[in-house]
């Protein structure tokens, strides 16, 4: 079974693209800072030079290096997508699990609150939180993304556990008098690891994408620089209409290249896991 | 049907309450005092008239009064209509501010959601299980909808408005136009939000052709589809079976995904300095407005809300079985 998996997963272009570029821009954010000399926000050049052997994404309006903020905003963007993306799915997972499994009353409490963080609109309240709090880093950034972006999962597992918990299998566990936790991570939890796994897939690129919205607001993190950040100062700063494309390009497309090599990924490995959709 | 609406309203009611009281709650229990940061930004050197600013301030927030007091207070106030008063434009209200950028924001956002929801609907449906558009056209769907906001925008002002010189980058019309119904305003009105308009659109338009080219293929494996295809029906007859099924989820979706294209507006807004909401908020952000955040958090609510009610009158007329309450609805 597993190797069939493996199977279809070497041979599914969508799967293969998708790690490849993770993969690269993963290497890159963590090795690639150490390569660097100086720090991102240094003022290491001439200002506002364009790309050229010695800075590979030209400099800023300042001569900061425009390559070593991308690798160093990589590395944060990574960050901020796990984190928030685990957070997101823990929370999802738990509040998913325990509504789908246990029903009645505490379904019923736990949709209603699943409801009313879904509805919230997520970027609105991270802008308010971040406002209000002075210094801002990525570990905390992460954290609210977490908090507030988990309901659809919640949603999507609970409607999966619902369907999962009156099966044979769960039935002889509990007559067997397995206790609830067990039986949640013991049988539910690996009749879905798949799709649990396509969910945190999800869930890390919309984490991402809110981060670099926070970020070009001006609201990102104040000790660090981010892919947003670099997008945000680029705004600040004119690039646009100085001609200076160099500065806004390569984080937009950096951000662009990851989310969507996420999405690709999700798409190949849904294939692989689900026989129907497998192109003919 | 009845129940339906009962529970939604119920959620939109709590949802309401939530919000408000998560606005009052923040400025309270975050670490980091507003009033001393407004203080520092104000730049007095005059200890005295620090401390009559400090007064002041403390007793627009009303922090001088016990908790419970304070909270009531704030509902008090917020059924009045009054959010306070602007710091960045004092001394007109916040409510004032928000009520000139609404329309801004809605003529970007309904024109924007509703052509890249029937567009992309359309498209997607139209290019699942065909091998060659399959293959070209959907990878572009997945970098339009992993795309920033606001990286789509601000390439497109670059090609579109900097180099080429076609469409203006900044304002809701130009800068020597008072608005007036002339014609000239009104053309000048639609320039500067066609780009604006086009980069929301483009986003969003390649997220709903994904979905449901992904649903319209779940569809086409389907059990009636099979029946259909063995009775010897015709391929567009069962494609508009599997449409009208597949459109379910998508109106779903689009409740869904409010949150993330009101977000999407705001940066667009940011890049293009479009005078509406999100404009508002950087403006906020940067002059420690909290009043004028506050505002704007729950007037986007009360608008992501009131969609929500307009999508499921939507689903209720798009879906015949919440009409007849044979099943519970999403």
Do not use: C
């Not at chain 1, 509040?95 to 789908?100: C, D, E, I, L, S």
């Amino acid at each position: 079974m597993r190797s069939e998996a493996l199977h279809f997963a070497l041979r599914n272009r969508k799967l293969v693209v998708g790690t490849v570029v993770i993969t690269v821009f993963l290497v890159a954010g963590v090795v690639g800072p150490m390569t660097i000399g100086h720090k991102p926000a240094d003022y290491v050049g001439p200002a506002m030079a364009p790309p050229s052997g010695e800075f590979w994404f030209g400099t800023t309006t300042f001569g900061q290096d425009v390559f070593a903020q991308f690798l160093y905003g990589l590395r944060s963007t990574f960050l901020v997508g796990v984190l928030g993306g685990v957070l997101a799915s823990v929370v999802g997972m738990v509040v998913g699990f325990v509504a789908g499994y246990r029903g009645g009353w505490v379904d019923e409490l736990l949709t209603m609150v699943t409801n009313i963080v879904l509805v919230l609109p997520a970027l609105v309240v991270l802008l308010i939180v971040n406002a209000y709090l002075g210094v801002r880093s990525v570990g905390v950034q992460a954290l609210f993304i977490g908090l507030t972006s988990w309901p659809w999962a919640a949603r999507a597992i609970r409607a999966q556990t619902f369907s999962l918990r009156s099966r044979d299998f769960v039935d002889l566990a509990r007559l067997s008098g397995v206790r609830t936790p067990k039986i949640i991570l013991r049988e539910i939890a690996p009749n879905m690891s798949s799709y649990l796994f396509l969910t945190f897939i999800l869930l890390f690129g919309s984490a991402i994408l809110i981060a670099a919205s926070l970020d070009f607001i001006g609201l990102g993190p104040t000790d660090s620089v981010s892919l947003g950040l670099m997008l945000n100062n680029a705004a600040r700063w004119s690039a646009l209409q100085l001609g200076m494309w160099w500065w806004f390009v390569p984080p937009g497309a950096g951000i662009t290249a990851i989310v969507g090599a996420l999405y690709v990924m999700n798409v190949g490995l849904d294939e692989v896991f689900n026989p129907k959709l497998r192109e003919m | 049907m009845r129940r339906y609406f009962g529970r939604k309203l119920l959620v939109y009611g709590l949802t309401f309450f939530v919000a408000v009281t998560v606005n009052w709650m923040i400025p309270r229990f975050m670490p980091g005092d507003p009033v001393q940061s407004m203080l520092s930004r104000a730049n007095v050197a005059q200890p005295a008239a620090v401390e009559a600013m400090r007064v002041h301030y403390t007793a627009m927030f009303g922090f001088d009064l016990p908790l419970w007091r304070q909270y009531l207070n704030f509902w008090g106030s917020l059924l009045r209509g009054d959010l306070g008063i602007s710091i960045w434009l004092f001394p007109t209200p916040v409510t004032d501010v928000i009520v000139r950028a609404v329309p801004y924001t809605l003529g970007l956002l309904i024109p924007s959601i509703l052509l890249s929801w029937v567009a992309g609907n359309r498209f997607g449906a139209f290019a699942a299980r065909r091998k060659w558009l399959d293959n070209t056209v959907l990878p572009l769907g997945y970098v339009l909808t992993a795309t920033p906001y606001m990286w789509l925008a601000i390439l497109l002002a670059w090609a579109l408005g900097i180099i080429a010189g076609i469409f203006p980058v900044a304002g809701a019309y130009g800068f020597d136009l008072q608005p007036s119904w002339s014609w000239e305003f009104v053309g000048s009105l639609a320039q500067h939000w066609f780009l604006p308009f086009a980069s929301l659109f483009l986003v969003a338009f390649g997220g709903w052709a994904i979905g449901m080219r992904n649903m319209i293929i779940y569809e086409l494996e389907a059990d009636y589809v099979n029946y259909l295809r063995a009775l010897g029906a015709p391929t567009r007859l069962v494609r508009r079976y599997a449409f009208r099924n597949a459109i379910l989820p998508q109106v779903t979706g689009l409740a869904l995904q409010l949150g993330v294209l009101v977000a999407g507006a705001l940066v667009t807004e940011i890049v293009f300095s479009y005078p509406g909401l999100g404009h508002l908020i950087l403006q906020a952000i940067q002059n420690q407005d909290f009043f004028l955040l506050q505002g704007t958090f729950l007037f986007i609510v009360i608008g992501v809300l009131i969609a929500n009610f307009v999508i499921d009158i939507a689903y209720v007329l798009v879906d015949p079985r919440t009409r007849t309450g044979m099943g519970e609805a999403a």
